[in-house]
């Protein structure tokens, strides 16, 4: 699940003065990622995303670890849909008719991202959040921020993802 817009983690100082975030993050490393949903392909590590609703059945983004080139992020992107769904093509969801025309595949972008599960273990709050492992789009600066490469599916209405769009001041540039 990610979180459209920026996101400000929330911080306490501790005793030196040294700010630490209320929610836990994860830093992604090679052993780890697929435990949290990553595929690895070619050395790039890939997941899919959910849109805003809960009802998707299919991924409406993808993310890859670190700033990658664009057309690797598709390479990764098909290998993702072909490893977890069985997909031979990128383009259509399967109920989708075949005979609309999808023009491009979106442009990737270079963003930054954090993964945090809320509450901190030490700070219980009771919210939605509670227990959950998210993904939110953060700038470079914020604590725990790890480059990100996102590309929205071909077929997920241009909004449903919620990736930064560098065209509206987002802090993100258009991936090579």
Known sequence: MTTTGLYEIETSEGDDGTPHPAEQLWTPCADGTADH??????????????GDSDDDLYPVGFLVLGHQRWADIIEAAAAYMA????????????????????????????????????????????????DTWRM?????????????????????????????????????????
Request: aromatic share 8%; charged share 15%; glycine share 8%.
């Open 83 to 130: 490893r977890t769904h069985g997909w031979r093509n990128l383009h259509l969801y399967p109920s989708d008719d075949p005979s609309i025309l999808i023009p491009r595949i979106p442009r990737a972008v270079h963003t930054h991202g954090v993964f945090l599960r809320h509450p901190h273990p030490d700070y219980g709050c009771g919210c939605e959040w509670d």
């Open 37 to 50: 949903g990553f595929i690895a392909h070619q050395d790039l590590f890939v997941a899919g995303i959910d």
């Open 136 to 176: 939110v789009w953060a700038p470079a600066t914020e604590p725990g921020a790890i480059p990100i490469t996102a590309l929205r599916h071909p077929a997920a209405p241009v909004t449903a993802a919620g990736i930064p769009d560098p065209d509206a001041h987002a802090p993100a540039t258009w991936a090579a």
